[in-house]
């Protein structure tokens, strides 16, 4: 199972969709209990989201501190996918629960609404755990280095794997890469593998000399196999296996030095 749905041309992960529909379902609920009356519940809906966006990005920002510190402007930027889900959660019910507290008219209605939306967005992470619950192995394509020597992408099971897809021509990819760079240099216990889309050698060597990087293990896919073994729905995507090469994590769409620690945490604890 990929960890994204296709709408034409646009990828969209399945944690968002399930975040989506879980306030979707509490807003539905919200509106109904609030049917011929002033929006009441509706609008503290609407403030128990607030503040659980909030302090999932903070709560992140906290937890991966160091990795924001050369670059403090970056908490701001939240296309890098840095949220601390829990601490959303348990944020939410704490001022859900502060608002109950001496109003018993809105006692029944708000716990309604956080009982509802909190039962969509359990209930579809037990649902997508349990339909990945049997992980991807490290493919086993046979792609080509810069020097032009055949690397077979099953070698480098047996270490935790970080696999990129991406292309010089893609923005996200572009900002990312420093990122990328810094990780390889500071784990030499991980592979990192950068498997560039469809393009020459030439264009992905000016791309690396005119940013300045210094990247190993880069390989070329001028045949897109790579991307249809990955189902490809966009890039940057970037795919973290175990030491025992199974998939553990996914990520379409560019990282930070934060939420890049974050993923290899999970498999190199």
């Known amino acids: 199972m990929t960890s994204s749905l296709q709408i034409g041309p646009l990828a969209v992960p399945y944690s968002l969709i399930l975040i989506a529909a879980a306030v979707f379902f509490g807003n539905l609920i919200a509106r109904r209990v609030d049917q011929g009356t002033e929006k009441t519940i509706e609008n503290h809906f609407f403030w128990i989201l607030m503040v659980a966006v909030l302090s999932a990005r903070i709560a992140f920002v906290i937890q991966y501190k160091t990795a924001y510190l050369s670059s403090p402007l970056d908490i701001i930027d939240i296309r890098d996918g840095g949220w601390n889900a829990q601490a959303g959660v348990i944020a939410a019910w704490a001022y859900a629960l502060l608002l109950i507290k001496g109003k018993p008219y809105l006692r029944k209605p708000l716990l309604l609404v956080m009982f509802g939306s909190s039962l969509v967005w359990i209930g579809g992470t037990i649902a997508l755990a349990a339909l990945t619950k049997d992980p991807s192995p490290i493919p086993d394509l046979k792609l080509q280095s810069m020097n032009g020597d055949e690397v077979y992408l099953a070698r480098f099971d047996g270490k935790p794997t970080v696999i990129n897809l991406w292309a010089t021509w893609c923005p996200p990819c572009q900002r990312e890469m420093p990122a990328f760079e810094k990780a390889q240099q500071q784990n030499p216990d991980i592979n990192f593998v950068f498997i560039n889309q469809g393009e020459s050698k030439l ?15 880069v390989l070329m896919d001028v045949s897109g196999a790579a991307g249809k073994e990955f189902e490809l729905k966009g890039m940057p995507s970037t795919y973290f296996f175990d030491a025992n090469g199974k998939l553990v994590d996914s990520r379409l769409g560019e990282v930070s030095d934060a939420s890049l620690l974050e993923k290899l945490q999970k498999i190199n604890p």
Do not use: V
């Open 203 to 217: 264009q992905i060597e000016q791309f690396l000399t005119s940013n300045k990087l210094t990247m190993q293990n």
